[in-house]
């Protein structure tokens, strides 16, 4: 059953950690086995994005010693193999739980099993794994699906009724965020004129953005092109150097929709370069760390807690840029 947790939740993960006193001292017993902190091995995916950037330092700040943890923080710089790897090392460290945030949805079921045999809970944070959920104890993260839908719909109502080529840049291929932001999408601009021409990866990075429109520049001209969903805001900034390399007007000559609403993606959706930019919120620390004290002290948990969203239009980014955290 997926949880809906409204922002509010995160207060309550504050109160609870306060109130449990883990802000500020170690819990004695915290962990499970009566002593010291909680020694948590955390497999971040790596550092290719600024919400990725953002989201490490939630994680960073909610998993700290004075909210009784020892964190050992592994950054896989996208590569899920070494990602596996890490896991593995935090299963012969004996680690107290771990704490993924998967790059890819496949591979992950021998390790977790591992996990699972050596005793070790492990609670997923951002993406999402293919593998049996009783290989984990929890998941924390965002509506991947519902943020392509609303991208798809603020495109479908702007553009829909008028011939639009569209070109994509995915996020990392095989990941939960590219699968589900790709699903939604097009899902909501069927039966409009919204044509997708063509669609790659660029790994959710900013030089990946550019490399991809540069090629589809390159293939299909500056007229040969009215729209970009990019699945996060690097890979659209990126695409607007490559557009203004070209001599156009991103945002204007060639529409542009991203996800994440990073602070550099929200500048240059004030400056009118982005046209539209939902929301992916990064700051999962305190939940996270939250849901592992509960599992470490025997609570329930849901299995799925889902962290809200919302989107914004220059107007409206203008207003909030001021009073947003990441
Ligand atoms: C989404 C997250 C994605 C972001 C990208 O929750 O997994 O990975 O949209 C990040 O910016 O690289
Ligand atoms: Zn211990």
């Not at 997926?2 to 995160?10: D, S, T």
């Not at 995915?170 to 669609?199: C, H, L, M, V, Y």
């Amino acid at each position: 059953m997926n949880k809906r947790i409204l922002a509010g939740f995160a207060l309550l993960g504050a109160l609870a950690l306060t109130a449990t006193g883990c802000a500020g001292t170690a819990e004695p017993g915290a962990d499970g086995d009566g002593d010291g902190p909680i020694k948590v091995g955390f497999a971040q995916t790596g550092s290719e994005s600024g919400w990725r950037s953002a989201n490490t330092e939630s994680m960073k700040t909610a998993f700290s010693a004075e909210n009784g943890f020892d964190l050992v923080f592994n950054a896989a710089d996208n590569d899920p193999a070494a990602q596996i790897a890490a896991v593995r090392d935090f299963i012969n460290q004996g680690v107290d739980a771990i704490v993924i945030a998967p790059i890819v949805t496949d591979g992950w079921d021998d390790v977790l099993q591992e996990a699972k045999d050596a005793g070790i809970p492990v609670v997923l944070e951002d993406r999402t794994v293919s593998a049996s959920d009783d290989l984990f104890a929890s998941w924390v993260g965002l509506d991947f699906k519902k943020e392509g839908v609303t991208a798809g719909e603020w495109a479908a109502e702007q553009y829909g009724d008028t011939a639009t080529k569209m070109v994509v840049l995915e996020g990392t291929t095989g990941s939960a965020p590219a699968n589900d932001r790709a699903e939604g999408f097009d899902e909501a601009i069927a039966g409009t004129q919204i044509e997708k021409i063509d669609s790659q990866t660029g790994e959710f990075t900013r030089d990946g953005g550019k490399k991809v429109m540069e090629g589809f520049l390159g293939k299909y001209g500056v007229d040969g092109i009215d729209l970009v969903y990019a699945h996060n805001d690097d890979m659209a900034l990126g695409a607007i150097e490559a557009i203004e390399a070209a001599g156009a007007k991103p945002g204007e000559d060639i529409k542009i929709i991203s996800i994440d609403a990073v602070k550099d993606g929200m500048l240059a959706l004030i400056d009118g370069k982005i046209n539209y930019i939902v929301e992916c919120n990064p700051l999962l620390g305190e939940l996270a760390a939250g849901i592992v004290k509960d599992v470490l002290d025997d609570k329930t948990v849901e299995k799925t807690y889902f962290v809200t969203d919302q989107s914004f239009t220059p107007e409206q980014a203008a207003e909030v840029i001021d009073s947003r955290l990441y």
